[in-house]
């Protein structure tokens, strides 16, 4: 394959223009015409995946060449260990998301466009090493998702979608004031991310900092982290559940993604200096504060909503530590959660598709009536616990060996939450699935063969992430540990060299 | 060079060109009777002035009429874009159901010698030629703001755009006089010599003199606070003649503020930055007026319910964006300001087309208008407001974010970080009300009673051409960015 970076990128546009292109009153093909084009996502995914060289730093797959060359600006994509595993992450769980969006009815045409325009927006933002152009996927991402949300969405769509947008859009001209501020004032004009990393050393410590600053909120907004996450709950509520796939599974992701690609790599000193109160203090606040209003809720979704934020703290928590436990452990947290608050959320639809409604009082004793599907649930609820032998739990244990040297008392914050975590999934599974059945939901049917099939491969892959972590953690390594390497160098000489 | 009176005709082509067009198409209004064809003759008369603008050969430039005019790359780019934006405008009023009961032949001749006027001011290299061309800008403009004789609103904007515009204008003229006091000449030459010469310059009367000119450009770019004409006359003209005041009518203010605040009373130093000529302390001054102006012009935006109205303000707003790129004295801050105001004429010219798709169907200009359009045949046309109003936004892929992110860049590079930052907000605040129609046509259900809004090939071609452009130029903008690099070089003097 010559440029398989590209394809994986622009495959999903494709199949967006076939879809707007369809005539009329061929609707039905929409669906698989979307199936059509994510799958080639999926198997392109892994082959990168089949030959990928773990031992190198460097970046693979490599496709440069001028796009707007009188600004530097460059048509530049590749990966590196950083970016591999959310490549795969977004090819699995877009596949998915279409199959779970079977359920839409209106504007299919116009959903299934938006959706494809999406894919390749978040495929662009991990794949971009061009500054400039991973701003543009950022961006370009933001509209289709106000639309699924806003047109496709439960009763108070509207709000969230503008929320949303507002929100994000606000985190993305910060980071594009500190884009122009890095093009400006490096050792040479250039929005190559490789190359602003090369030059790191160039910038003050005062630009540093305030650079560091205005992409931290436009990367902590979409985390989302603590007090910028009023926007997640709202729009995963209303958002359909395909939406709320693609939100937490492959969304929340870029926020650390950025700052691991962008704040670490580019700005190390900065990132040292603010490692502690900016990514441990306000990571330790999403995991507990996260953990207390998840158990607060009384919507089923709500509820998977918070524990994202929870979860999403362990990740911060994680990069904060500034070791190599801690840094793998973050990432590898971020493929973990993907996969399991995907599964989550499948779950919440299965039964908002029968039951119409999320109220976790509402129900009861779902077991007897479904034992697939509280099965598969109960599965989901462990790994989201972190129980031994499913992938979150090695994440998150890497997450507090390696942050335990630095922050014990976040650690022991972090740790005793598991069981805050325990309690609230523990208690809603009870609520629901356990104890007296509702007479109302007798005859509810069980589990439907698509269903089944978009919720057991992601259980399959926490299952072998959770016995062999390697799987994954094999591709970071190198670069990461290079990463990490970067931000504690630049710190013990930073006084020396730096104004 | 300075050219004398027959020797300047060969760079006057083009205002040649429109002067023979007005006086054709007033003449063929009163021989034919079909008046029909006159507004395509005026569109092909348009054309060929933006032909012979773009065949015009490239050199380094010349005065014209013994230092009245000026002929160079700078007055070439806003020609052009006058041009176009008088094009879309002929263009516009042949598919508009408002202009075709008017008086046609009359309507586009006034809408050429406008044009010309434009023209004018963007070449004027003399105070009293700029301020003559300014006044027959808008006396013209005043004609086709209330040209719906029977529409109380169109004439209640005309009589605002005049009183408004003749109080402007006046206090334009007063400045000038101070400005001749001081300097003894209105040539911007001798100005730019006078105000640089060492020796004691009354500071306050030039500041003083520069603000009461500034009432005169200010008006006609509308920026606060010479901007309370704008929503009202944007409201009330015909939806063709509001493009061409919002587009065409604001570049050429553009163009001559830019002449003035720049070769005429500052200099060029090294690397392609300027400085304010001691005399002159303009700087301070336009910064405060282009944050007032998007400042002001995002919130009252907010809370706009008419689709003109809300445009117009809108306007406001983006001229201060503008203007961003004027305040900071650097050829960068040109040339952005040059490209945003390209930007500027395809995407907001093409929300205007849209509206008046609409208003064609429905009669109506209101936001309710258009509860539901994608959802009630009207996909096409809510796609493309959707992308033109994104563009406004400056949300990537599109042109209206390469205009941002020129003018952005040029201002991070000179160091005006709370200009920026200030800047950004605005643009925060702004997709709030651009996005407001967007809800509506999209999230919105349509009721059932709305009158359905079909297809028209004249309106849609255009239209299509313009999202298109604010698409494919939003990915691949160097042919227009190079345009504007060409186009920053005024022409003060034989070197």
């Given at each position: 394959?010559?440029?398989?970076?590209t394809?994986?990128?622009?495959?999903?546009?494709?199949?967006?223009?076939?879809i707007?292109?369809?005539?009329k009153?061929?609707?039905k093909?929409?669906r698989w015409?979307?199936?059509?084009?994510?799958?080639?996502?999926?198997?392109?995914?892994?082959?990168l995946?089949a030959?990928?060289?773990?031992?190198?730093?460097?970046?693979?797959f490599?496709?440069?060449?001028a796009?707007?060359p009188?600004?530097?600006?460059f048509?530049f994509?590749?990966?590196?260990?950083?970016?591999?595993s959310?490549?795969?992450l977004?090819?699995?769980?877009?596949?998915i998301?279409?199959?779970?969006?079977?359920?839409?009815?209106?504007?299919?045409?116009g959903?299934?466009?938006?959706l494809?325009?999406?894919?390749?927006g978040m495929?662009?933002?991990?794949?971009?090493l061009?500054?400039?152009?991973?701003?543009v996927?950022w961006?370009?991402m933001?509209?289709p998702?106000?639309?699924?949300?806003?047109?496709w969405g439960?009763?108070?769509?509207?709000?969230?979608?503008?929320?949303f947008f507002?929100?994000t859009?606000?985190?993305?001209?910060?980071?594009l004031?500190?884009?122009?501020?890095?093009y400006?004032?490096g050792?040479t004009?250039?929005?190559?991310m490789?190359e602003l990393?090369?030059?790191?050393?160039?910038?003050s410590?005062t630009f540093?900092?305030?650079?560091?600053i205005?992409l931290?909120?436009?990367?902590?907004i979409?985390?989302?982290?603590f007090?910028f996450?009023?926007w997640?709950?709202?729009a995963?509520?209303?958002?359909?559940?395909?939406?709320?796939?693609i939100?937490a599974g492959v969304?929340?992701?870029?926020?650390t993604?950025g700052?691991?690609r962008?704040?670490?790599?580019i700005l190390?000193?900065?990132?040292?200096?603010f490692?502690?109160?900016?990514l441990?203090?306000?990571?330790?606040?999403?995991?507990?504060?996260?953990?207390?209003?998840a158990?607060?809720q009384?919507?089923y979704?709500?509820?998977i909503?918070?524990s994202?934020?929870?979860?999403m703290g362990?990740?911060?928590?994680?990069?904060?530590?500034?070791?190599e436990?801690g840094?793998?452990?973050?990432?590898?947290?971020m493929?973990?959660h993907?996969?399991?608050?995907a599964?989550l959320?499948?779950?919440?639809?299965?039964i908002?598709?029968r039951a119409?409604?999320?109220?976790i009082?509402?129900?009861?004793?779902?077991?007897?009536?479904?034992p697939m599907?509280?099965?598969l649930?109960?599965f989901?609820?462990?790994?989201?616990?972190g129980?031994p032998?499913?992938s979150?739990?090695?994440s998150?244990?890497l997450v507090?060996?390696?942050a335990?040297r630095?922050?014990?008392m976040?650690?022991?914050?972090g740790?005793?939450?598991?069981?805050?975590t325990?309690?609230y999934?523990?208690w809603?599974?009870?609520r629901i699935?356990?104890?007296?059945?509702?007479?109302?939901y007798?005859?509810?049917?069980d589990?439907?063969?698509r269903?089944?099939f978009?919720?057991?491969?992601?259980?399959?892959i926490?299952?072998?992430l959770g016995?062999?972590?390697?799987?994954i953690?094999g591709?970071?390594?190198?670069?990461?540990?290079?990463?990490?390497?970067a931000?504690?160098?630049?710190?013990?000489?930073a006084a020396a060299?730096?104004? | 060079m300075?050219?004398g009176n027959a020797?300047?005709?060969s760079?006057?082509?083009?205002e040649?060109?429109?002067?023979?067009?007005?006086i054709?198409?007033v003449?063929?209004?009163?021989i034919v009777?079909?008046k029909a064809?006159?507004?395509?003759?005026a569109l092909?008369i348009?054309?060929?002035a933006?032909v012979l603008?773009?065949i015009?050969?490239a050199?380094?430039g010349a005065?014209?009429f013994?230092r009245?005019?000026?002929f160079?790359?700078f007055?070439?780019?806003?020609r052009a874009?006058?041009?176009?934006?008088a094009?879309v405008?002929?263009w516009m009023?042949?598919g508009s159901?408002?202009v075709?009961?008017?008086?046609q032949?009359?309507?586009?001749?006034?809408?050429l010698?406008?044009?010309?006027?434009?023209f004018?001011?963007a070449?004027a290299t003399?105070?009293?030629?700029a301020?003559?061309?300014?006044e027959?800008v808008?006396?013209?403009s005043?004609?086709?703001?209330?040209?719906?004789?029977?529409?109380r609103r169109?004439?209640e904007?005309a009589?605002?755009y005049?009183i408004?515009g003749?109080?402007?204008?006046?206090?334009?003229?007063?400045?000038?006089s101070?400005i001749?006091?001081?300097a003894g000449?209105?040539?911007f030459?001798?100005?730019?010599?006078?105000?640089?010469?060492p020796?004691?310059?009354?500071?306050?009367?030039?500041?003083i003199?520069l603000?009461?000119?500034?009432?005169?450009?200010?008006?006609?770019?509308?920026a606060v606070?010479?901007h309370?004409?704008?929503?009202?006359?944007?409201?009330g003209?015909?939806?063709?003649?509001?493009?061409f005041?919002?587009v065409?009518?604001?570049a050429a203010?553009f163009?001559l503020?830019t002449?003035?605040?720049?070769?005429?009373?500052s200099?060029?130093g090294?690397g392609?930055?300027w400085?304010a000529?001691?005399?002159?302390?303009w700087?301070?001054?336009?910064l405060?007026?282009?944050?007032?102006?998007?400042t002001l012009?995002?919130?009252?935006?907010?809370?706009?319910t008419?689709?003109?109205r809300l445009l117009?303000?809108?306007?406001?707003?983006?001229?201060?964006?503008?203007?961003?790129?004027v305040?900071?004295l650097?050829?960068?801050g040109?040339r952005a300001?040059?490209?945003y105001?390209f930007a500027?004429y395809?995407?907001?010219a093409?929300?205007f087309?849209?509206?008046?798709i609409?208003?064609?169907?429905?009669?109506?200009?209101?936001?309710?208008?258009?509860?539901?359009?994608?959802?009630?045949?009207?996909?096409?046309?809510?796609v493309?407001?959707a992308?033109f109003?994104?563009s406004?936004?400056?949300?990537?892929?599109?042109?209206?974010?390469?205009?941002k992110?020129?003018i952005?860049?040029?201002?991070?590079?000179?160091?005006?970080?709370v200009?920026?930052?200030?800047g950004?907000?605005?643009?925060?605040v702004?997709?709030y009300?651009y996005?407001?129609?967007i809800?509506?046509m999209?999230?919105e259900?349509?009721?059932g009673?709305?009158t359905?809004?079909?297809?028209e090939?004249?309106?849609y071609g255009?239209?299509g051409?313009l999202?298109?452009?604010t698409?494919?130029?939003?990915?691949?903008?160097?042919?227009?960015i190079?345009?504007a690099?060409r186009?920053m070089?005024?022409?003060?003097g034989p070197?």
């Amino acid at each position: 394959m010559t440029h398989p970076l590209t394809l994986i990128t622009f495959i999903p546009l494709i199949g967006m223009v076939l879809i707007l292109i369809c005539p009329k009153g061929q609707e039905k093909f929409i669906r698989w015409i979307a199936v059509l084009f994510t799958l080639p996502q999926l198997l392109i995914a892994g082959w990168l995946y089949a030959n990928f060289n773990t031992s190198t730093t460097s970046v693979q797959f490599a496709e440069h060449y001028a796009w707007i060359p009188a600004y530097h600006i460059f048509y530049f994509l590749g990966v590196d260990g950083i970016s591999i595993s959310m490549v795969l992450l977004t090819a699995i769980i877009c596949f998915i998301s279409v199959f779970a969006s079977f359920t839409i009815e209106r504007g299919e045409r116009g959903y299934y466009a938006l959706l494809l325009l999406l894919d390749t927006g978040m495929m662009g933002v991990f794949v971009a090493l061009d500054f400039f152009l991973f701003y543009v996927f950022w961006e370009v991402m933001l509209l289709p998702m106000y639309f699924l949300i806003g047109v496709w969405g439960g009763p108070r769509r509207e709000y969230a979608a503008i929320k949303f947008f507002l929100y994000t859009l606000l985190g993305s001209v910060l980071i594009l004031l500190a884009m122009l501020g890095l093009y400006y004032y490096g050792a040479t004009p250039t929005f190559d991310m490789v190359e602003l990393a090369a030059n790191a050393s160039h910038y003050s410590m005062t630009f540093q900092r305030v650079a560091w600053i205005a992409l931290f909120i436009g990367f902590a907004i979409k985390i989302p982290a603590f007090p910028f996450h009023t926007w997640l709950p709202d729009a995963h509520v209303e958002a359909p559940t395909a939406i709320s796939v693609i939100l937490a599974g492959v969304l929340l992701k870029m926020g650390t993604y950025g700052i691991l690609r962008i704040n670490f790599s580019i700005l190390p000193a900065a990132s040292h200096e603010f490692a502690f109160w900016l990514l441990g203090v306000v990571g330790t606040i999403n995991i507990v504060y996260g953990a207390l209003c998840a158990m607060a809720q009384t919507d089923y979704k709500k509820l998977i909503a918070y524990s994202s934020v929870s979860h999403m703290g362990y990740v911060m928590l994680g990069m904060a530590a500034l070791t190599e436990a801690g840094i793998n452990g973050a990432v590898l947290q971020m493929f973990n959660h993907g996969t399991i608050t995907a599964m989550l959320f499948l779950l919440v639809g299965v039964i908002y598709d029968r039951a119409h409604h999320r109220e976790i009082a509402g129900f009861g004793g779902l077991a007897s009536q479904m034992p697939m599907y509280a099965a598969l649930t109960g599965f989901a609820f462990f790994a989201a616990m972190g129980l031994p032998g499913l992938s979150a739990f090695i994440s998150e244990v890497l997450v507090l060996i390696g942050a335990w040297r630095r922050y014990p008392m976040m650690t022991i914050l972090g740790a005793g939450t598991a069981i805050l975590t325990a309690g609230y999934m523990l208690w809603t599974f009870q609520r629901i699935y356990l104890g007296p059945l509702n007479e109302k939901y007798k005859g509810l049917a069980d589990l439907t063969p698509r269903e089944f099939f978009m919720l057991v491969p992601l259980a399959i892959i926490v299952l072998i992430l959770g016995v062999y972590p390697h799987a994954i953690l094999g591709l970071l390594g190198a670069s990461l540990n290079h990463v990490n390497q970067a931000v504690l160098m630049a710190h013990a000489p930073a006084a020396a060299i730096l104004p | 060079m300075d050219l004398g009176n027959a020797a300047s005709l060969s760079h006057f082509l083009p205002e040649l060109l429109l002067t023979a067009g007005v006086i054709v198409l007033v003449v063929a209004d009163l021989i034919v009777r079909n008046k029909a064809p006159l507004g395509d003759l005026a569109l092909i008369i348009a054309a060929g002035a933006l032909v012979l603008i773009a065949i015009e050969p490239a050199q380094r430039g010349a005065w014209l009429f013994h230092r009245m005019l000026v002929f160079d790359a700078f007055g070439l780019f806003f020609r052009a874009l006058i041009a176009l934006a008088a094009m879309v405008a002929v263009w516009m009023s042949i598919g508009s159901e408002e202009v075709c009961h008017c008086d046609q032949g009359e309507y586009y001749a006034i809408l050429l010698a406008s044009t010309l006027g434009m023209f004018l001011m963007a070449e004027a290299t003399n105070l009293l030629m700029a301020y003559l061309a300014l006044e027959f800008v808008s006396l013209t403009s005043y004609i086709l703001t209330g040209f719906l004789r029977h529409n109380r609103r169109s004439q209640e904007a005309a009589l605002k755009y005049l009183i408004y515009g003749g109080v402007a204008s006046g206090t334009m003229i007063y400045g000038v006089s101070w400005i001749f006091g001081i300097a003894g000449s209105l040539d911007f030459g001798a100005i730019n010599r006078a105000l640089a010469a060492p020796g004691h310059l009354p500071v306050l009367t030039v500041f003083i003199a520069l603000v009461l000119i500034l009432a005169g450009l200010g008006y006609k770019i509308a920026a606060v606070p010479f901007h309370m004409w704008a929503p009202d006359v944007y409201t009330g003209a015909p939806i063709p003649i509001t493009t061409f005041l919002a587009v065409g009518s604001k570049a050429a203010g553009f163009a001559l503020l830019t002449r003035f605040f720049y070769p005429a009373i500052s200099h060029l130093g090294a690397g392609g930055s300027w400085q304010a000529l001691a005399g002159a302390d303009w700087p301070q001054l336009l910064l405060v007026v282009c944050v007032i102006t998007m400042t002001l012009g995002n919130l009252a935006a907010l809370q706009q319910t008419n689709m003109k109205r809300l445009l117009a303000y809108s306007s406001i707003a983006q001229a201060g964006y503008a203007l961003m790129g004027v305040v900071i004295l650097t050829n960068d801050g040109i040339r952005a300001m040059l490209f945003y105001l390209f930007a500027y004429y395809v995407m907001d010219a093409g929300a205007f087309l849209v509206v008046m798709i609409v208003a064609n169907a429905t009669g109506r200009e209101d936001i309710e208008a258009y509860r539901g359009l994608a959802w009630r045949g009207g996909a096409v046309p809510a796609v493309a407001l959707a992308i033109f109003l994104l563009s406004l936004t400056g949300i990537p892929a599109t042109i209206g974010f390469i205009g941002k992110f020129y003018i952005f860049a040029a201002v991070i590079r000179s160091r005006f970080y709370v200009l920026a930052v200030i800047g950004i907000l605005n643009s925060t605040v702004s997709l709030y009300y651009y996005m407001a129609p967007i809800r509506m046509m999209f999230l919105e259900e349509p009721r059932g009673d709305e009158t359905p809004v079909t297809f028209e090939l004249w309106n849609y071609g255009l239209m299509g051409v313009l999202a298109c452009a604010t698409i494919v130029l939003g990915l691949y903008w160097t042919p227009i960015i190079a345009f504007a690099d060409r186009s920053m070089h005024f022409f003060t003097g034989p070197s």
